[in-house]
């Protein structure tokens, strides 16, 4: 059974940071690329970025882009989202995703094949 479990959620003050956390287990995830989204309330779920398994590719949203950086260890399985200069628009439900990608692309998935059960992440003013 496939799972990922999400931490390092929390409480922040804007400009703070926060590392989360994805640990994948129940199969083998060496053609998946991995990401991380979030949903704030009455709001879509946004994707963040995605990194894949081999050679290390990113991709960032802009509005991540340069605050946020994803980087995995793949003898752990895991995955990390550092998040730097907090915003309170930040504030959101932070979940990891893995998706099939046999051709080692980082681009954001139309179908994602597992997820995670979410991280409350909130940024004070």
């Known amino acids: 059974q496939v799972q990922l479990v999400e931490s390092g959620g929390g409480l922040v003050q804007a400009g703070g940071s926060l590392r989360l956390s994805c640990a994948a287990s129940g199969r083998t995830f060496s053609t998946y690329t991995m990401g991380w989204f979030r949903q704030a309330p009455g709001k879509e779920r946004e994707f963040l970025a995605a990194?894949?398994?081999?050679?290390?590719?990113?991709n960032y949203a802009n509005s991540v882009k340069g605050r946020f950086t994803i980087s995995r260890d793949n003898v752990k399985n895991t995955v990390y989202l550092q998040m730097n200069s907090l915003k309170p628009e930040d504030t959101a439900v932070y979940y990891c995703?893995?998706?099939?990608?046999?051709?080692?692309?980082?681009?954001?998935?139309?179908?994602?094949?597992?997820w995670g059960q979410g991280t409350q992440v909130t940024v004070s003013s």
């Open positions: 990194i894949t398994w081999r050679h290390i590719i990113t």
């Open positions: 995703s893995a998706w099939f990608s046999p051709l080692n692309t980082a681009t954001m998935p139309s179908v994602s094949d597992y």
